[in-house]
C-alpha cells in the first residue's frame, strides 16, 4: 500500500512537497513515479526515479520545477514541486514497481502499486 499526503490549494508560483510512503513493502528494488490527472484528461506521466541508477525522467511540462526524490530508509518517495501554475492542477498518484529498465521505459499501465491520490490545486 501506498499512502500519500502533502496535497492542498497554493497559489500561483507557490510550492508543495508530496510524500508517499510505501506500507507493507519496501520500496527497495523498485521504480518509483509520479503521475497526475486533470478533470476531463488523461492521466499522465510527470516524473520517475529508477532505482538500481537513480535515473530520472521529467515531463517537459514540470522539468526544471519539479523534483523527485526518494529516502530508502524511510520507505518514502517525495515530488517536490516548486513554481506551481494553474495547469498543474490536478490529482496525483504515485506508483512503485520492480521493473529491470531505467524508468523513462515504462508507463502507468505497468505499474502495480498505486497511491491514493492527492488532489493539488493552484489558484489564486
Known amino acids: 500500500q501506498l499512502v500519500e499526503s502533502g496535497g492542498g490549494l497554493v497559489q500561483p508560483g507557490g510550492s508543495l512537497r508530496l510524500s508517499c510512503t510505501a506500507s507493507?513493502?519496501?520500496?527497495?528494488?523498485?521504480?518509483i513515479a509520479w503521475f497526475r490527472q486533470a478533470p476531463g484528461k488523461e492521466r499522465e506521466d510527470v516524473a520517475c526515479m529508477s532505482y538500481y541508477d537513480r535515473s530520472t525522467f521529467y515531463a517537459d511540462s514540470v522539468n526544471g520545477r519539479f523534483t523527485v526524490s526518494r529516502d530508502d530508509a524511510k520507505n518514502t518517495i517525495y515530488l517536490q514541486m516548486n513554481g506551481l501554475r494553474p495547469e498543474d492542477t490536478a490529482v496525483y498518484f504515485c506508483?512503485?514497481?520492480?521493473?529491470?529498465?531505467?524508468?523513462?521505459?515504462?508507463?502507468?499501465?505497468?505499474?502495480?502499486?498505486w497511491g491514493q491520490g492527492t488532489q493539488v490545486t493552484v489558484s489564486s
Open positions: 507493507g513493502f519496501t520500496l527497495n528494488g523498485f521504480n
Open positions: 506508483a512503485a514497481e520492480r521493473l529491470a529498465l531505467q524508468c523513462k521505459n515504462y508507463r502507468a499501465h505497468e505499474y502495480g502499486n
